[in-house]
């Protein structure tokens, strides 16, 4: 069933290495193949929920391999019966 995950990760490093860690983790999502929307605040996508739970856990790993010494995250799932789309959500604004 599809869900959506929203995941912004608050990696604790120097403010010149913030977004090329971001941008790390936005390839680590990339390259899962789930369907994704990069936001100004939050990247979500979509797939199966314990798919997405698991880049949730590897994005905390490139994050520390990466130069964090730690990550703040915050997660947000929408999950419902018949599942959830990105589009279903966003198309009539598109």
């Known amino acids: 069933m ?3 995950v929203s995941l912004q990760v ?3 490093v120097p403010d010149e ?13 990339k390259k899962s193949g789930v369907k994704y929307v990069v936001g100004p605040m ?3 996508m979509e797939g199966e929920l314990h ?5 949730v856990e590897k994005a905390q790993e490139v994050c520390l391999k990466n ?7 915050v997660i947000k799932i929408d999950y419902k019966a018949g599942g959830v789309t990105i ?3 966003i ?3 598109r």
Not at 17 to 29: G, K, S, T, W
């Open 42 to 44: 939050e990247t979500t």
């Open 67 to 73: 130069g964090a010494k730690r990550v703040v995250s």
């Open 51 to 55: 798919q997405l739970l698991e880049i």
């Open 2 to 4: 599809l869900c959506n």
């Open 91 to 93: 198309a009539k604004y």
């Open 17 to 29: 290495q913030l977004y090329p860690v971001v941008d790390q983790v936005i390839e680590l999502i």
């Open 10 to 12: 608050l990696p604790s």
């Open 87 to 89: 589009d279903e959500k």
